[in-house]
């Protein structure tokens, strides 16, 4: 599989584009400020706590208080608060030497943990969305390149993803010689195959962005950020960055600069793939993104084989309606025809969800089957196509009536385009000027320039069916009238991008003549 990332940051908002075979499978958008971004660690102040719902409302600095659930809390939030208070005061503490709480129990309740009013160290777990603030969590994690670092604990976790009993071995030896004391180590799937120098040097690299935030926290008065998570390209290229990358293309040149020096801190082997787009046109429509957003993010989402989805969203769920189309063959039974629209959708599906990033509860309607094992067919498709996706999700095979339920861990508002474009004729109104009234409006605006601007040259642009209706006739037509009437060298050209009513007058230096 070849990938490529395509940054667009000329504008004030970045946007990153993530391809797949040449399929655009992801987009992100980053505006402007980077707050409260999934990863980011506050400073925060607890307002108030909810028994009934036992979780608390949290002062992060967002317009509306953050939320934080007792299960959010983890195991060792005890020995947290201790740590930051003694961090605050100034104490000399570390956490290899720190003395460790006893575990909360899995179903207490909130107000024996923690108090309103007191500051709080937190993660954000997830961002907001719609009207939510964000949801933070105490069970800090520090990722890194190939490994993630989590603070009071002693637990070695290795990526389910990997498979190799060997490779799974080889890596917990390594991990278990690089674990500092009370800290907990998860080893990532990309951390396969590398060398004990490369794991070595990611570690160190934690140790120092975890003291780094020690700091901060020293001085920090609540609610305020104490360490933020890497711009969404930087996470994408260290998340995902492996040997199937064969270009990073970025249009901006201080982040080309900053792309190269990542690069070359995590795989220096293969900064050469970070490429500078200098091309007149944006990076995006040069390399096909563009015309992809356009046909990929509306209500209907045609395949080339003429099967179509519809996405629609309720408060509740997002719904997606699987029709056929005209995709049939003529040589299969109903039960075929079904089989192979469903398989095929099944892989836009799956595209359509890491794409727009839906998530919470999807429900997909796929055209009927009568057979067991068709439906099982369905299924393992499905799955197998989801499982390139990086969010958490569940997938229950078809029931009865041939829908398919999907959960899907929503961090991020879903992406949104606008793909449908006001009307140039009617502005959106839905009205436009009566037809029979443009030829007279154009004759004015000629008669204007002519007799009292003294223009004697006059380059008309139109419409094809206005150029058509002007110059039809060959002894006789308006062309020809006006000619005569004005008493200047009046041409008449056709413009196939004009709208039936646009229209636009140009002088003989080819200057646009606007009144």
Same mark, same amino acid.
């Given at each position: 599989?070849?990938?490529?990332?395509?940054?667009?940051?000329? $504008?004030?908002?970045?946007?990153?584009?993530?391809?797949?075979?040449?399929?655009?499978?992801?987009?992100?958008?980053?505006?402007?400020?980077?707050?409260?971004?999934?990863?980011?660690?506050?400073?925060?102040?607890?307002?108030?706590?909810?028994?009934?719902?036992?979780?608390?409302?949290?002062?992060?600095?967002?317009?509306?208080?953050?939320?934080?659930?007792?299960?959010?809390?983890?195991?060792?939030?005890?020995?947290?608060?201790?740590?930051?208070?003694?961090?605050?005061?100034?104490?000399?503490? $570390?956490?290899?030497?720190?003395?460790?709480?006893?575990?909360?129990?899995?179903?207490?309740?909130?107000?024996?943990?923690?108090?309103?009013?007191?500051?709080?160290?937190?993660?954000?777990?997830?961002?907001?969305?719609?009207?939510?603030?964000?949801?933070?969590?105490?069970?800090?994690?520090?990722?890194?390149?190939?490994?993630?670092?989590?603070?009071?604990?002693?637990?070695?976790?290795?990526?389910?993803?990997?498979?190799?009993?060997?490779?799974?071995?080889?890596?917990?030896?390594?991990?278990?010689?690089?674990?500092?004391?009370?800290?907990?180590?998860?080893?990532?799937?990309?951390?396969?195959?590398?060398?004990?120098?490369?794991?070595?040097?990611?570690?160190?690299?934690?140790?120092?962005?975890?003291?780094?935030?020690?700091?901060?926290?020293?001085?920090?008065?609540?609610?305020?950020?104490?360490?933020?998570?890497?711009?969404?390209?930087?996470?994408?290229?260290?998340?995902?960055?492996?040997?199937?990358?064969?270009?990073?293309?970025?249009?901006?040149?201080?982040?080309?600069?900053?792309?190269?020096?990542?690069?070359?801190?995590?795989?220096?082997?293969?900064?050469?793939?970070?490429?500078?787009?200098?091309?007149?046109?944006?990076?995006?429509?040069?390399?096909?993104?563009?015309?992809?957003?356009?046909?990929?993010?509306?209500?209907?989402?045609?395949?080339?084989?003429?099967?179509?989805?519809?996405?629609?969203?309720?408060?509740?769920?997002?719904?997606?309606?699987?029709? $056929?189309?005209?995709?049939?063959?003529?040589?299969?039974?109903?039960?075929?025809?079904?089989?192979?629209?469903?398989?095929?959708?099944?892989?836009?599906?799956?595209?359509?969800?890491?794409?727009?990033?839906?998530?919470?509860?999807?429900?997909?309607?796929?055209?009927?089957?009568?057979?067991?094992?068709?439906?099982?067919?369905?299924?393992?498709?499905?799955?197998?196509?989801? $499982?390139?996706?990086?969010?958490?999700?569940?997938?229950?095979?078809?029931?009865?009536?041939?829908?398919?339920?999907?959960?899907?861990?929503?961090?991020?508002?879903?992406?949104?385009?606008?793909?449908?474009?006001?009307?140039?004729?009617?502005?959106?109104?839905?009205?436009?000027?009566?037809?029979?009234?443009?030829?007279?409006?154009?004759?004015?605006?000629?008669?204007?320039?002519?007799?009292?601007?003294?223009?004697?040259?006059?380059?008309?642009?139109?419409?094809?069916?206005?150029?058509?209706?002007?110059?039809?006739?060959?002894?006789?037509?308006?062309?020809?009238?006006?000619?005569?009437?004005?008493?200047?060298?009046?041409?008449?050209?056709?413009?196939?991008?004009?709208?039936?009513?646009?229209?636009?007058?140009?002088?003989?230096?080819?200057?646009?003549?606007?009144?």
């Amino acid at each position: 599989m070849n990938k490529e990332l395509i940054i667009d940051a000329a $504008s004030g908002e970045v946007q990153i584009a993530l391809i797949e075979n040449k399929r655009l499978v992801e987009l992100h958008a980053e505006r402007g400020t980077h707050d409260f971004g999934v990863g980011d660690f506050y400073l925060g102040k607890i307002k108030k706590i909810i028994s009934g719902l036992n979780a608390a409302f949290v002062d992060v600095g967002y317009e509306k208080d953050a939320f934080l659930h007792y299960l959010d809390l983890g195991p060792q939030i005890k020995t947290l608060i201790k740590y930051q208070k003694d961090v605050i005061a100034g104490k000399p503490v $570390s956490v290899e030497t720190f003395p460790l709480e006893q575990d909360i129990d899995k179903t207490g309740k909130i107000t024996n943990v923690i108090s309103s009013g007191a500051s709080i160290l937190v993660q954000v777990a997830k961002e907001p969305i719609s009207s939510k603030g964000p949801r933070l969590t105490t069970e800090l994690s520090m990722p890194g390149r190939y490994l993630v670092l989590v603070p009071f604990s002693k637990r070695i976790s290795i990526s389910h993803k990997i498979k190799n009993l060997n490779e799974k071995s080889r890596l917990k030896k390594i991990a278990s010689s690089l674990q500092p004391v009370n800290f907990g180590i998860i080893v990532r799937t990309v951390a396969e195959n590398r060398s004990f120098d490369e794991l070595k040097s990611d570690m160190d690299e934690l140790i120092g962005r975890w003291n780094s935030m020690l700091q901060s926290l020293r001085s920090a008065k609540p609610p305020v950020k104490i360490l933020g998570e890497l711009d969404r390209s930087f996470t994408i290229m260290r998340d995902l960055l492996n040997a199937s990358f064969n270009s990073i293309i970025v249009n901006d040149n201080t982040m080309y600069t900053e792309l190269r020096n990542y690069l070359s801190s995590i795989a220096p082997d293969q900064i050469d793939i970070v490429k500078l787009h200098k091309g007149k046109t944006s990076v995006f429509e040069a390399t096909g993104i563009d015309k992809q957003i356009k046909s990929l993010f509306g209500q209907k989402v045609t395949l080339k084989s003429g099967a179509y989805l519809i996405i629609e969203r309720t408060e509740a769920f997002h719904v997606i309606d699987v029709n $056929s189309g005209y995709k049939a063959d003529s040589g299969k039974d109903q039960e075929q025809n079904a089989l192979a629209a469903n398989l095929e959708m099944a892989e836009e599906v799956a595209r359509q969800l890491r794409l727009r990033d839906l998530g919470g509860i999807i429900v997909v309607d796929f055209i009927d089957m009568h057979q067991g094992a068709n439906r099982r067919k369905l299924y393992e498709k499905l799955v197998e196509e989801m $499982s390139h996706d990086r969010a958490k999700h569940t997938i229950l095979p078809p029931s009865k009536f041939g829908l398919v339920q999907i959960t899907r861990q929503r961090v991020r508002p879903e992406t949104h385009v606008e793909v449908l474009e006001k009307c140039p004729v009617c502005n959106g109104t839905g009205q436009i000027k009566a037809h029979s009234l443009i030829i007279d409006e154009i004759e004015n605006t000629l008669t204007f320039l002519a007799n009292e601007q003294n223009e004697k040259v006059l380059v008309l642009y139109t419409s094809p069916f206005v150029y058509a209706y002007l110059t039809k006739g060959f002894f006789k037509n308006i062309a020809k009238t006006w000619k005569k009437k004005l008493r200047c060298k009046l041409t008449i050209e056709p413009a196939s991008n004009y709208h039936v009513l646009e229209y636009h007058v140009f002088n003989a230096g080819g200057e646009e003549i606007t009144i």
